[in-house]
């Protein structure tokens, strides 16, 4: 048995190209240890439940959602690569520091996906996303608001039975696991690849009646075609699982949501980078996901990702 001793640091500096893109990643695995340590906790320190707020999106924020934006915001203000933070839980971009002052990356996140999965003990995540800083300081928050297919780096953490690190900086993707005797994350795997077909499908199958009609006529050919389903409920974990062992994640839009749950910039942009750096495909049902022009922070999307043939199973009943 051999002992993975390449931590994340030592990985991302074997590559000259990275620069302070590392200092970045390193400042969000940080936030990601301690909010694992949060998460383990969960039920033994008074951190489940609703704060009692609703955040920008109209969504009962969990106290751990306020923590972990907390314990992220922290790290990232102390990383002076940095220049702007956006998440899921904060009205609007925050500003931490200016171009003029050196810094280049601007860094979106759902700091705890799946939050509403806490008080079970099912597993959640945290998604983050890094754009480059590179308008005029006037325009600071415009940074944020970039296709998907800009991104210098996106990734997430998986707070599981283990918890797991994957990561892509726009050559290939890895995987890394906290091994929590050495406190460090190392890497388990790396040139991670999606596998090209897998007879699952993971969707809220129970929101039905408000899918369009290539939908249902998908399902119902899976059905015949004898597909499994998966479906968590938590991202994160159904997009590893997709990761890992192929077949689809879907997050549609219905009849009452024509765009879908999931954000744009915090979930479906940095999920959509993982799957197609991993030779994966990810779309909004009508184009590909990484595309889309972002027009506002929170804006939502349709997703499609995982297996590129389970992809083209969807859009061609789509179509
Ligand atoms: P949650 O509301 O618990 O944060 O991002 C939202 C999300 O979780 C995803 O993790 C998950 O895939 C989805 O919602 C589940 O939504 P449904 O309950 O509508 O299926």
């Not at 051999?2 to 990643?25: F, M, P, Q």
């Not at 800083?133 to 928050?141: K, W």
């Not at 608001?145 to 900086?169: E, F, H, K, N």
Request: with cysteine; proline share 4%; aromatic share 6%.
């Amino acid at each position: 048995m051999g002992d993975n001793l390449l931590t994340l640091g030592c990985h991302l500096r074997a590559d000259k190209d990275t620069g302070s893109l590392v200092e970045v990643i390193e400042a969000i695995a940080l936030a990601g240890k301690a909010i694992a340590h949060r998460v383990r906790r969960a039920r033994i320190d008074d951190v489940i439940g609703e704060v009692g707020a609703v955040n920008v999106q109209g969504e009962a924020q969990q106290k751990l959602d306020v923590i972990s934006d907390r314990l992220l915001l922290e790290c990232l203000r102390a990383c002076s690569a940095v220049a702007v933070y956006a998440s899921e839980e904060q009205d609007g971009a925050i500003v931490l520091r200016t171009r003029a002052a050196g810094a280049e990356y601007c860094v979106l996140a759902d700091p705890l996906d799946g939050s509403s999965n806490i008080d079970v003990a099912v597993s959640v995540g945290t998604i983050f996303s890094v754009q480059r800083h590179d308008r005029p300081d006037g325009e600071i928050e415009r940074s944020a608001v970039q296709p998907g297919r800009s991104q210098v780096a996106a990734g997430y953490i998986l707070y599981g039975s283990s918890v797991v690190l994957v990561l892509s900086l726009g050559r290939g993707v890895a995987m890394y696991v906290l091994d929590p005797l050495l406190g460090d994350f190392v890497l388990v795997k790396d040139g991670i690849r999606v596998p090209p077909a897998g007879k699952t499908y993971s969707i809220n199958e129970a929101y039905v009646n408000g899918f369009e009609p290539g939908l249902k006529a998908y399902l119902d050919w899976a059905h015949a075609a004898g597909y499994g389903a998966r479906y968590i409920g938590s991202m994160v974990a159904d997009v590893h699982r997709t990761l890992l062992k192929g077949g689809v994640f879907l997050y549609p839009g219905t009849a009452k949501a024509p765009e879908g749950k999931l954000r744009l910039l915090y979930e479906g942009s940095p999920m959509a980078f993982v799957i197609e750096q991993a030779t994966g495909a990810a779309s909004t049902g009508r184009a590909p996901l990484l595309d889309v022009v972002p027009t506002k922070l929170h804006q939502r999307t349709p997703v499609v990702l995982g297996s590129a043939g389970e992809v083209e199973h969807v859009l061609r009943h789509l179509r």
